[in-house]
């Protein structure tokens, strides 16, 4: 059974086990839900609950642990003959893959039926042009051991499912007969409904930590195993970034930080005077008419996907730039030579982070109590002096956190950066240079068939890790200053 069955399956008998819950606590109570010591909804829930909750979790288990008993068993199937120079296991398992589900778009498209899926030879079948005719394109051709490893991974994956169905459907219905045989007008519901509900609340929190904390450590144990293989004075202080997959590579972070936090500052420069001014006139200027269709117009500007800021900034605004500073340009200078520039994403990424601060800071503003400004207007100030000495002052721990909050997001911004800066590490003070930054260097060493084990692999792993922690500092930072010194207004 597809896994897609089984989903609408087990929601459809917690649908079923809602409706004869509630019927059932309804009859034992002679259709009068007075007599009942819940309401009959919770009755209904209960049964759902107790059909879909447990399954639901073996299920989720099943499908996280499945995946890797499976990989480990294949793998150590594989002969090292499979192995060739230059290549790894972990690329091998790749191609055992891809041929697996290769295999399995064919005969799900009818295209192949089972039996003749199970019968491939690879010494007498071109498997590659086989798989190629439905579609399913392959690098290489298939050797025999990696399709008997392909089919050994069908097999397996197969008969995961099959018991895992089986397991799923009995913990449902098991569950669904015992919370069904218990329904009566005496059983509580309403108090194992609300410990099941608190149950899930509490699970859905440590899952969410837990996710971290997992994203975290997968991190570090790669990041370990990269500086066994290259020495960490070279990666925190060396000055060049040159990375080599087919010999002795200088992978140092000081060129992309710098890059990185470049590009940030200039982002800011233009993002938080536009963003801050912006909020000011909105909170304390515009009319409500004017504040209500501004406000939501300023702030489509946060909706906008950043592919879309990082193809503006590649083919608008960085030509733009190029015609102006570059040879031959409007000013009669040469100070650009391409369009891909730490100015170009540099301002691209500020336009993109003005919605960040106006919105926070407008906010905040509107929090500062209308009483401090009707004060400073009883002593004769002006609107403009109220604003510079009692609101901004009032107002400036909070901007400030929002400042700090949009400059973590300015260094974890990818795709601008990626289309707009350039792949040059350096450490130039040009701003009409092309730099890189260190979400496009992870998105490089991760992209290809390199070996997985490599230093230049391994070495996005210590990259992430520097990243998260410079970002996490910073949102550390900020919540800080926004605790410590936030005034508490009645």
């Known amino acids: 059974m597809p896994v897609s069955w089984l989903v609408l399956l087990l929601i459809g008998l917690s649908v079923i086990g809602y409706i004869l819950g509630r019927q059932r606590a309804l009859a034992s109570a002679g259709g009068d839900s007075r007599a009942l010591h819940s309401l009959p909804n919770f009755y209904g829930m209960n049964v759902a609950m107790s059909a879909l909750v447990p399954a639901a979790l073996i299920f989720g288990v099943w499908m996280l642990v499945q995946p890797s008993l499976i990989n480990g068993s294949v793998s150590g199937s594989i002969p090292a003959s499979a192995i060739t120079e230059g290549s790894s296991l972990d690329l091998v398992m790749s191609d055992v ?5 290769g295999i399995d778009f064919a005969v799900t498209s009818g295209a192949m039926s089972a039996a003749d899926a199970k019968s491939l030879d690879a010494a007498t079948t071109d498997v590659r042009t086989v798989l190629a005719e439905v579609g399913v394109a392959l690098g290489s051709d298939v050797r ?17 499912t099959t018991g895992m169905t089986i397991i799923v459907l009995l913990a449902a219905v098991a569950g669904f007969a015992i919370s069904y045989s218990k329904t009566n007008l005496h059983y509580r519901a309403r108090n194992v409904v609300e410990r099941g509900i608190l149950a899930l609340l509490i699970g859905a929190a440590s899952l969410a930590i837990l996710t971290t904390v997992g994203i975290v450590f997968s991190m570090l144990f790669e990041t370990v195993n990269f500086f066994g293989l290259h020495d960490w004075k070279d990666f925190f202080f060396g000055t060049v970034w040159a990375p080599n997959f087919r010999g002795d590579s200088e992978l140092a972070i000081l060129p992309l930080l710098w890059g990185t936090l470049y590009i940030s500052v200039v982002a800011l420069l233009v993002a938080v005077p536009i963003g801050l001014f912006a909020a000011i006139y909105l909170s304390e200027y515009a009319s409500k008419p004017v504040r209500g269709f501004a406000k939501p117009l300023l702030e489509i500007l946060a909706g906008i996907p950043t592919i879309v800021y990082g193809l503006f900034a590649l083919v608008t605004f960085g030509p733009f730039l190029l015609s102006m500073f570059g040879e031959g340009g409007s000013f009669g200078v040469n100070w650009m030579s391409d369009a891909r520039s730490v100015a170009t994403a540099g301002i691209v990424m500020g336009i993109m982070l003005i919605p960040f601060v106006s919105s926070l800071s407008d906010d905040i503003i ?31 721990p909070g901007i400030v956190g929002a400042i700090l909050l949009a400059a973590s997001r300015a260094i974890g911004e990818t795709m601008i950066v990626v289309l707009g800066a350039g792949a040059i590490a350096r450490l130039a003070v040009n701003p009409l240079e092309a730099l890189t930054t260190i979400t496009t260097r992870i998105v490089s060493q991760l992209t290809g068939d390199g070996d997985f084990a490599s230093p230049e692999t391994l070495v996005a792993f210590a990259l992430g890790l520097t990243l998260f922690v410079l970002t996490l500092g910073l949102n550390v930072l900020a919540l800080y200053i926004v605790r410590k010194y936030r005034e508490q207004y009645e």
């Open 97 to 101: 893959k891809r041929v697996a589900e």
């Open 144 to 160: 025999p051991e990696i399709l008997q490893a392909a089919q050994d991974y069908r097999a397996m994956t197969a008969t995961g």
């Open 366 to 396: 509107n929090a500062v109590p209308q009483a401090m400004r009707d004060g400073s207007y009883g002593l004769g100030a002006t609107k403009s002096e109220t604003i510079r000495q009692v609101v901004l002052p009032a107002a400036l």
